[in-house]
């Protein structure tokens, strides 16, 4: 059963009892415990492992036994160290060593510590049926035959309940210090009347002189007495048997041993001490009993005017109930009184006082609680607590501290106060949140806004959009925390918003610039560029911060990776789309060459630059300085690349398509450096520079012997520089590598080239030019050259070729006039020959 009322344990009880039940009912309330056994629905015993046992509790709260007694049993104990319950059994007392006497001691205390347990509240109970845990009760005192009724203890804490009830609402805390009141004399007015009316009752007891012998007393003495208590009102005079309830309270005072010293302690006479035990017992607060009275005795004793109820409940040999039940009936009849807090702070100056610490704790929160409260009271607590380690208490103090000197704009005990409480309980998000507020209020902008940094981290467990918060509001209120926009920049990371995050670097990096904190701003826009790497300012500011720290190569590099992201948004675009990346650009670029003069990237994002600015005069420019450097080095695939790039865009820049080509070549870059020579021949053919166009050419011929173009051009320069023998060769050359490897019509232009320079020697170039025109089908072409080469061989007598010539054209052309005639004049030519040759036969024969 967990978390009910008081009114839930007496049920739990009848209802074990009820049930006959065996086992241990564990109740507890915080910190306090108590195990109660139950045997077959009897309460067997009963302990709580933070207090002595019942046996040990039960010897220290019986009357019956003396306190040097008491003492005697424990140092044996101590001495033996044996059981307390082996330890009575040698005591010389045969009381003590009585089972039966034993018996009543625990089971008195067993019941008090039950009917204490109903005083408490919101308790959670667990009942272990069949269940006695080992290790908790005393087995000496188990065997014990103690067998409790709990309805019988139900019962009387019942009846407590009551009792406690007019106890609480006289005593309402046991911090408050009673002292004994002042009982006023008798005023002896009209003594002898009250004399003869004492004397007149007395006689009424028949055993008077037997009782006054007894205590030791004279007739003088006690007819006082009664006088005086009939003056004051405690008997009325008017029945014996109030006299004799005086003598045996009386009796009952003397017996007991230094009763005299006693009354000396407590400043006390018979009369006062009689006057007091009297009127409890008229009302029923205590019987005439020895033990009753011993005990108002020793409640007296207690009672000095610095002790508090608490203490006193510590020197007397009773249960609380019983010790606050007489109390309370003392301050009901005025015996006793509560000093006021007046009374009370006055007492807490004394040095008797205040070299007890925890005394004068107890004494000012009494004050407190009497609705004295104060800043000094506050204050001092506080500070006592923290002396004594008593961190709960100290912390709240401080905490009411720091809102008392804040409500009486006294900042700086304010601000004390909270720190206090934070090196306390450095968890306790509220108390930051009120130490910001008294730093705002008292000016101090910096501390307040190192706590909001502590005071974020420590929310930002839970809530980081809260925390961000924080450090914006510590940010408006003061502007140059560092930590603080960090702390703010990591929270928006955590939380996703990288642009929040590069906004909060980014005031951060300003910062640390107007402080003059260079490294530290340039930390921070290494954090944006982390970020984002193609933030253009980052970048910018981190190469300009290098620089200005000395670390040069550091800004170079940055300034490089700057440029090579500018290069990129620029490529492409319009310029006047991208103008400002345009600006910062060259900037760079001037930026890096200024510390490195050899450097070739920044030149060619220039080169881009410039082209996309339409400013191709400054790019070509700047490309024939990177050709310059690229020289002086190795790089060749670099060196080609910015070759192409002038020729490109001068095409009429043949030294440096000379030197391209000739790099390509060195490179072994058969091709391209062919290319680039007959480009090169080609340009400067057109620009009528024939040596550098023969030259070209002849470059192609040591790389390609057999390009037919190149030669083409060759033998076309030869021929205008009018080398016609050379010219012919080469022309010849050309039409046989053109033929062979089947390029009729090239091969029949060179062969023409050859017809055209050297007809009357190389006659055979017209039967060459017409075989290949009439293989290519250009029929007319091919008759043309065929008719050409037959004149020159009509002309020349060659007439059997004639025939042979003239069958070709015919083929080519049917019923050709022209090869008709050529036919028949070559063989009446022919025939004629034959006729003188025979004639010139037959001379010889």
């Not at 091969?747 to 290949?772: I, M, P």
């Amino acid at each position: 059963m967990k978390d009910f009322d008081t009114f839930g344990l007496p049920h739990i009880f009848q209802t074990i009892s009820d049930g006959e039940k065996t086992g241990t009912l564990r109740v507890q309330k915080e910190e306090k415990e108590v195990n109660i056994c139950f045997l077959q629905g009897m309460v067997k015993m009963a302990t709580s492992p933070h207090k002595r046992s019942v046996l040990a509790e039960g010897l220290i709260r019986c009357y019956e036994i003396e306190k040097e007694t008491l003492d005697a049993i424990f140092a044996k104990q101590r001495e033996t160290k044996k059981s307390l319950f082996s330890t009575l059994k040698e005591m010389p007392d045969k009381k003590l060593r009585d089972q039966e006497f034993i018996l009543k001691i625990c089971g008195n205390q067993i019941q008090e510590e039950i009917y204490e347990l109903f005083q408490w509240e919101d308790v959670s109970c667990e009942f272990m049926e069949d269940t006695i845990p080992e290790n908790i009760f005393d087995q000496e005192l188990f065997d014990l035959p103690i067998a409790l009724n709990p309805q019988a203890i139900v019962m009387e804490s019942a009846k407590r309940k009551d009792e406690w009830g007019i106890i609480r609402s006289t005593i309402f805390s046991n911090k408050d210090i009673p002292y004994l009141v002042q009982e006023k004399n008798p005023s002896w007015e009209g003594e002898e009347k009250d004399k003869a009316n004492i004397m007149q009752l007395v006689q009424e007891i028949p055993d008077f002189q037997e009782i006054l012998n007894k205590i030791g007393w004279q007739n003088e003495e006690i007819i006082d007495l009664f006088v005086s208590l009939l003056q004051t009102g405690t008997i009325s005079g008017k029945k014996s048997k109030e006299l004799r309830k005086v003598l045996e309270i009386l009796s009952l005072l003397v017996s007991i041993p230094n009763n005299e010293e006693i009354l000396i302690k407590i400043r006390l006479n018979y009369f006062k001490i009689v006057k007091i035990l009297a009127e409890l017992e008229s009302k029923e607060k205590i019987s005439t009993s020895n033990e009753d009275i011993r005990k108002v005795l020793s409640i007296l004793e207690s009672i000095n005017g610095m002790r508090d109820f608490d203490e006193i409940l510590e020197q007397v040999r009773m249960s609380s109930f019983e010790a606050l039940k007489i109390c309370t009936s003392l301050i009901i009849e005025k015996k006793i009184q509560m000093k006021s807090f007046e009374e009370l702070m006055l007492m807490a100056s004394w040095d008797l006082i205040r070299e007890d610490t925890f005394k004068c704790i107890k004494i000012y929160e009494r004050v407190e609680e009497l609705g004295y409260k104060n800043l000094e009271t506050v204050r001092w607590l506080a500070r006592a607590y923290e002396k004594c380690e008593l961190t709960n208490k100290s912390l709240e103090k401080y905490r009411e501290l720091g809102e008392i000197s804040l409500a009486n704009n006294l900042y700086e005990e304010a601000i004390r106060s909270y720190k206090q409480v934070i090196a306390f309980a450095p968890e306790d998000l509220e108390v930051y949140e009120k130490l910001i507020n008294v730093y705002n209020k008292n000016g101090q902008k910096e501390k307040s806004a190192e706590v909001s940094a502590i005071y974020a981290r420590k929310v930002a467990v839970f809530d980081k959009r809260k925390a961000i918060m924080v450090l914006d509001e510590a940010n408006k209120n003061y502007p140059s925390s560092p930590s603080n926009l960090e702390l703010m920049a990591m929270l928006y990371l955590d939380m996703g918003v990288k642009e929040n995050a590069i906004l909060t670097y980014t005031i951060l990096a300003n910062l640390m610039r107007k402080q003059e904190k260079l490294e530290k701003c340039l930390d921070a826009y290494d954090k944006i560029i982390h970020l984002d790497p193609k933030n253009i300012k980052a970048h910018l500011e981190l190469a300009k911060g290098y620089i200005e720290l000395n670390k040069i190569p550091e800004g170079i590099e940055r300034y490089k990776t700057l440029g090579a992201l500018l290069h990129s948004q620029i490529v492409g675009k319009k310029s006047k789309d991208v103008q400002d990346l345009i600006d910062i650009l060259l900037n760079v670029c001037e930026c890096i060459i200024c510390y490195d003069m050899n450097n070739i990237d920044a030149r060619e994002w220039q080169v881009d630059t410039y082209i996309a600015l339409d400013d191709s005069k400054t790019a070509l420019n700047i490309l024939r300085e990177i050709k310059f450097l690229l020289q002086k080095e190795s790089n060749f695939d670099k060196f080609i690349l910015i070759l192409k790039r002038i020729v490109s865009m001068d095409s009429e820049d043949f030294h440096s398509r000379k030197v391209l080509a000739d790099t390509l070549l060195k490179q072994k870059k058969r091709n391209a450096a062919i290319n680039e020579y007959m480009q090169l021949g080609v340009k400067s053919f057109e620009k009528n520079d024939i040596r550098r166009a023969k030259e070209a050419f002849d470059s192609v011929l040591n790389i390609d012997p057999f390009n037919l173009t190149a030669r083409q051009r060759k033998s076309d320069i030869l021929n205008m520089l009018n080398l016609q023998a050379k010219a012919v060769e080469e022309y010849k050359l050309v039409g046989y590598l053109a033929k062979a490897v089947g390029m009729l019509p090239e091969a029949a232009q060179a062969f023409s080239q050859v017809v055209e320079l050297a007809s009357d020697k190389e006659l055979w170039s017209f039967l060459e030019v017409a075989r290949l025109y009439e293989q290519i089908q250009e029929n007319k072409k091919a008759v043309f050259y065929y008719k050409q080469y037959g004149i020159r061989n009509l002309n020349r007598g060659n007439y059997g070729e004639i025939d042979y010539i003239c069958s070709k054209i015919l083929d080519l052309e049917p019923g050709d006039t022209e090869a008709v005639n050529m036919k028949k004049i070559a063989q009446a030519k022919f025939d004629l020959l034959n006729r003188y040759l025979e004639q010139l036969e037959k001379r010889k024969s």
